[in-house]
């Protein structure tokens, strides 16, 4: 009786995207890894040979965030997202240093850099404006703020993402928010730096009051 064939091994191929810290580690932003049928995101993890997995490590796969037990399947992207350090996401009470703003995003990969400056205008809804103010949720803010950072990272092919918002008064004609995103082309650090202002306006607990000549009132949450 002859033998019964042996199945051959089933594997896939998945493209691996790696951002900041783990980039500079590896020594590339991204790479093809061929594994075996049935594995698992963090499995991607020890094929790297990184050391521990650090806590904050995320994952996404074909620009949606995953668990680290998703399973993969041939063709897949899969996006490893360093902890944020916070560094480049930042509130201050006082004014921002744009230059420093676009320096956070800074890199020889990229081929752009696009950026947002919101300032405070002089008139708002038929008023004199005389100021701003800003509350935040400090802390938090700064986290959505990052969160923001790292989605636009898995949504584009972007290099660096850096925001700073103000708190506190701001006068007219000041910087209320700078937004910086580098791109290795221009059309994804456009649309990503659009994509950022919009977002940040409506998920950041961030708050403003209008003040005018006779009267005040807040507007609600964003820049």
Known sequence: MSPEPVAAHRGMRI???????LRERVGMGENE???????RARDVWDVLELGSEPAGLAYA?????VDR????????????IPPVSGGAFRLVD???DVQAVLQEVETDEAGA???FVGTVRARSRDREVVQLEYEAYEGMAEEVMA???????????LCEVAITHRVGQVEVGEASVAIAVSAPHRQDALAACA?????????????????????????????
């Open 15 to 21: 493209r691996v995207r790696l951002f900041a810290g």
């Open 33 to 39: 890894l061929e594994l075996p049928e049935g594995a």
């Open 61 to 65: 796969v074909n620009r949606q965030y």
């Open 69 to 80: 037990d998703h399973g993969l399947e041939d063709g897949d992207e899969l996006a490893i």
């Open 94 to 96: 006082g004014p921002i």
């Open 113 to 115: 850099i696009a950026s």
């Open 147 to 157: 969160q923001l950072g790292a989605a636009l990272k898995v949504k584009y092919d």
């Open 195 to 223: 994509e950022a202002i919009h977002t940040l306006k409506n998920t950041v607990p961030l708050w403003k009051k209008e003040v005018y000549e006779g009267g005040e009132e807040w507007i609600g949450r964003g820049s």
